[in-house]
């Protein structure tokens, strides 16, 4: 029986990897335009773009393409490009969305602008509030060995073969 997938379920895979895609894609512009039209009065259109394509753009072109290559990408990119271009997307969504809600509540006093930026940007500190304690708390993980005996459980393999019949490396 061969293991290979069959060409249905491969386009079917590919169907719902462009679907996700598309979903993804969808949020990410639609919390840029969100937050782009709440700064761009502030720090103007081109800074809002250059946040683009430093934060979105740049990162997920990367990712693409080296999920295309089939290889998993080295230590650096996933440290420099890949970690920071995911938190800065949470924080986009959870920006737009404290955006929506306070434009949609300073409406009613004639500031939906102002409210929304202010809203965004208590979402930002907030945020970058918890993600500093996450840091700072996950460098004070002490761990502790622990040797665990399970009298019921049966003893070990001694003597045994690996799987498939082979015998396992020995080390030199």
Not at 93 to 116: E, H, Q, R, S
Request: a positive charge; glycine letters at 14%.
């Amino acid at each position: 029986m061969s293991t290979e997938p069959s060409a249905g379920s491969r386009a079917a895979l590919m169907r719902a990897q462009r679907t996700a895609l598309s979903v993804v894609l969808t949020i990410f512009v639609g919390s840029w335009l969100v937050v782009g039209a709440l700064l761009a009065p502030v720090v103007g259109w081109p800074v809002v773009g250059a946040a683009v394509l430093l934060l979105t753009v740049i990162p997920l072109a990367i990712f693409i393409r080296s999920r295309g290559r089939g290889h998993y990408p080295g230590k650096a990119i996933r440290l420099f490009v890949f970690r920071p271009m995911w938190y800065a997307q949470l924080l986009l969504i959870l920006c737009a969305l404290g955006g929506i809600v306070g434009f949609l509540g300073g409406v009613f006093f004639g500031a939906g602008g102002a409210a929304g930026r202010v809203l965004a940007a208590c979402v930002a500190v907030v945020y970058v509030a918890f993600a500093l304690l996450g840091y700072s708390g996950s460098r004070a993980i002490v761990t502790i060995p622990a040797v665990v005996t399970l009298p019921q459980l049966r003893a070990g393999p001694e003597g045994r073969r690996a799987p498939g019949g082979g015998q396992r490396p020995r080390e030199a």
